[in-house]
């Protein structure tokens, strides 16, 4: 029996780690403005492009590089930003703010809702949401790691029985 590495955790890697790039782009679009959009747009459309990649030439180099880049990713945007700011915010615990303004009550924004609770509420909501997609992006991407090891495995075997 041939375990095919196209599995469904390497689609729902994919698609949470783009979700989580999606909230952080708007979260970070919203909080310092439109200048932001080249670089997020570049950093959301990464993850698929070298998914695209790797299933064309099945190197696990570029594998490899996809499960870097959407760990480092998520260390900075997900538990860093999401986690340490704003989950830790919300649950009214201290958090660690790396943005000169950010510990303020009602952050500043160069874009705004229609009143400051709301962009507050919007503000620290894509926050937190940035941290839960990313975890699960995470496990998704354990899982697809795995789930490839074995396939390599059962491949090796049959290769040493035939």
């Not at 649950?91 to 924004?109: D, K, R, S």
């Not at 699960?136 to 059962?154: E, N, P, Q």
């Amino acid at each position: 029996m041939q375990i095919e590495f196209e599995n469904k955790y390497a689609r729902l890697s994919l698609i949470s780690i783009t979700w989580m790039m999606f909230l952080t782009s708007i979260h970070h679009i919203f909080r310092l403005g439109y200048g932001l959009l080249i670089p997020t747009l570049i950093l959301t459309a990464l993850p698929y492009l070298l998914m695209r990649w790797y299933g064309s030439s099945k190197n696990t180099t570029i594998l490899k590089s996809y499960s870097l880049f959407s760990t480092l990713m998520f260390i900075w945007f997900g538990f860093i930003d999401g986690f340490m700011d704003h989950v830790l915010k919300v649950i009214g615990l201290q958090n660690t703010t790396f943005l000169p303004g950010g510990e303020a009550e009602v952050v500043q924004t160069a874009l705004s809702l229609w009143s400051p609770a709301a962009g507050n509420i919007f503000y620290e909501g894509t926050g937190v949401l940035t941290f839960i997609i990313g975890a699960l992006a995470m496990g998704y991407l354990v899982r697809m790691i795995t789930t490839k090891h074995a396939a390599d495995d059962t491949s090796r075997l049959e290769l040493v029985k035939s």
